[in-house]
């Protein structure tokens, strides 16, 4: 906490090695909220009541996950503070059984995990607003359907095109800085 606060008071200069401490406690709350609660609570909740069948077993799924998310959150602090390094999950996973699995998890990381986590809440996030703005419709059309196969049609509806340019703009403002990036994600 002291080399936080200190860190503050004295940025390091261009030319001293390391990260620049630029997200206070606030936003890095914020960020591991965004992360662990996301907007999976509003995507999912109907499909859990609809499984469960009650309102209850909903609260018992929630309750049940929060659990495990709690375990989970204390297994990587266990871990964090064995491994004090940049890389998280790369790091543990290479410590743990090889460099290739810290290699391989990286790469599926940047090209499948996080590709389709923030395809996913884009989707969304368009999905939702086409409630407040109906116009934003999945059945209405930038580019018609075109079948390139008998299961298989390429085609953009408005909601996608929103969901596009969601990711272009958050995109966009996390390339102007942390700075900026953690303050957009308030």
């Known amino acids: 906490m002291a080399d936080t606060a200190l860190s503050a008071v004295n940025p390091p200069t261009k030319d001293e ?33 609809r499984l469960t069948g009650s309102a209850g077993g909903l ?11 709690i375990s989970a959150a204390l297994a990587y602090g266990e871990l964090a503070a064995l491994f004090p390094h940049a890389g998280g999950q790369y790091v543990y996973l290479r410590e743990a059984y090889s460099p290739l699995w810290g290699f391989l998890y ?29 116009s934003i419709s ?4 930038i580019i018609h359907p075109i079948a390139l ?14 969901a596009i340019l969601m990711v272009m703009l958050i995109t966009f403002l996390n390339t102007l800085g942390v700075r900026l990036g953690g303050g957009a994600s308030r």
């Open 149 to 162: 196969g008998s299961k298989l049609a390429v085609s953009l509806s408005v909601q996608q095109f929103v």
């Open 17 to 49: 090695p390391g990260f620049v401490r630029a997200i206070g406690l606030f936003d890095g709350t914020m960020i591991v909220v965004g992360s662990m609660i996301g907007s999976g609570v509003f995507i999912v909740a109907a499909d859990i009541t």
């Open 59 to 69: 609260l018992l799924t929630w309750i049940l996950t929060g659990l495990l998310t």
């Open 106 to 134: 990286g790469w599926t990381l940047f090209l499948v995990i996080q590709t389709g986590t923030i395809a996913a809440v884009a989707v969304g996030f368009a999905r939702y607003l086409g409630v407040l703005f109906p």
């Open 138 to 141: 999945p059945n209405t059309w």
